[in-house]
T-cell receptor, first 115, second 114 residues
Framework: NAGVTQTPKFRVLKTGQSMTLLCAQD?????MYWYRQDPGMGLRLIHY???????AKGEVPDGYNVSRLKKQNFLLGLESAAPSQTSVYFC??????????????FGPGTRLTVL | AQSVTQLGSHVSVSEGALVLLRCNYS??????LFWYVQYPNQGLQLLLK??????LVKGINGFEAEFKKSETSFHLTKPSAHMSDAAEYFC????????????FGKGTRLSVIA
């Protein structure tokens, strides 16, 4: 199993450009998440999904959109990139908890720089 | 709402010394607790987790953590630090209902000095 994969690994954008980050998982997990990681800020949840066709906002959703058209994929879009969106982006997935724990499996990250 | 506080953004220990990374949480219901480790330029990987049962949890690479409900703590320890333990460590909490995404602490960077 590849686990959680992210594409691309690195990207440089100019202010105002748009892009899509792709997350794929082969563990048949129901839940998927997008986080951003900035120095001193820890991990902050952007959006998440509890199933195909459903998405929800996290802590810092502004400036991002997501889609979950297929169970195994979770896309993060930047409509009009801003320098404040320079960050490392992590995708994660987990299986349904149903009252149980919610262990997340993480991808390797995408390093995005917005100039 | 749940929250996690990790005391000390940076901890430095000598090789062979005890590692103690502190984590306190707030939760209105019995939580599930996790420690993750992040090596440079990598994603997070699970070190250990507490769900129910025994409050002393053993994880990978010789780490363990103890859930203390009365202190709302879940501190991470390792008896003897190795150079390879240098990394960033994140504590996370999930309420018992489990359907809420994990809430992460801000992380503690561990340095190991030879």
């Amino acid at each position: 199993n590849a686990g959680v994969t992210q594409t691309p690994k690195f990207r440089v954008l100019k202010t105002g450009q748009s892009m899509t980050l792709l997350c794929a998982q082969d563990m048949n997990h129901e839940y998927m998440y997008w986080y951003r990681q900035d120095p001193g800020m820890g991990l902050r949840l952007i959006h998440y999904s509890v199933g195909e066709g459903t998405t929800a906002k996290g802590e810092v959703p502004d400036g991002y959109n997501v889609s979950r058209l297929k169970k195994q994929n979770f896309l993060l879009g930047l409509e009009s990139a801003a320098p404040s969106q320079t960050s490392v982006y992590f995708c994660a997935s987990s299986y349904p908890s149903g009252g149980h724990y919610n262990e997340q499996f993480f991808g390797p990250g995408t390093r995005l720089t917005v100039l | 709402a749940q929250s996690v506080t990790q005391l000390g953004s940076h901890v430095s220990v000598s090789e062979g010394a005890l590692v103690l990374l502190r984590c306190n949480y707030s939760s209105s219901v019995p939580p599930y607790l996790f420690w993750y480790v992040q090596y440079p330029n990598q994603g997070l990987q699970l070190l250990l987790k507490y769900t129910t049962g025994a409050t002393l949890v053993k994880g990978i690479n010789g780490f363990e953590a103890e859930f203390k409900k009365s202190e709302t703590s879940f501190h991470l320890t390792k008896p003897s630090a190795h150079m390879s333990d240098a990394a960033e460590y994140f504590c996370a909490v999930s309420p018992y209902s489990g359907n809420t995404p994990l809430v992460f602490g801000k992380g503690t960077r561990l340095s190991v000095i030879a």
